[in-house]
């Protein structure tokens, strides 16, 4: 499960051997006519897969539709990837946004 950002933590030092047990800050943002969450930072274990963050849209969102996510507003990353690849690559300030829509907004 994801776990809610209500307390300060120090940015991973994105070493690979320290993936398992080390929590990335990661921001969900709707867009387009996606129903935005409430809780909207979460801090999620460097081995979790983007298709773990789908699964748990789909069922916070409670939706058929298909859910499309989006990393720098641009890049759409494979299911297979992991939140500590794509958090060396996209983050900003210690925090990786995913946006996330019903329909292919951006790539």
């Known amino acids: 499960m994801l776990e809610s950002d209500d307390s300060k933590v120090d940015p991973p030092s994105g070493h690979a051997n320290d993936v398992h047990g080390v929590k990335y800050s990661l921001m969900l943002r709707a867009v387009g006519d996606a ?3 409430l ?3 979460f801090q ?3 081995d979790k897969l983007i298709s773990f963050v789908m699964a748990f849209l789909h069922k916070h969102i409670k939706t058929d539709k298909g859910i499309y ?3 720098g507003s641009s890049f759409c990353p494979n299911p297979d990837q992991s939140i500590k690849e794509l958090f060396d690559a ?3 300030g210690g925090e990786l946004t995913i946006c996330y829509s019903f329909q292919e907004t951006w790539g």
Do not use: A, E, N, R
Request: hydrophobic share 40%; glycine share 6%.
């Open 35 to 37: 129903p935005p969450m």
């Open 39 to 41: 809780k909207t930072k």
């Open 44 to 46: 999620l274990s460097g």
């Open 69 to 71: 996510v989006f990393c």
């Open 90 to 92: 996209f983050q900003i």
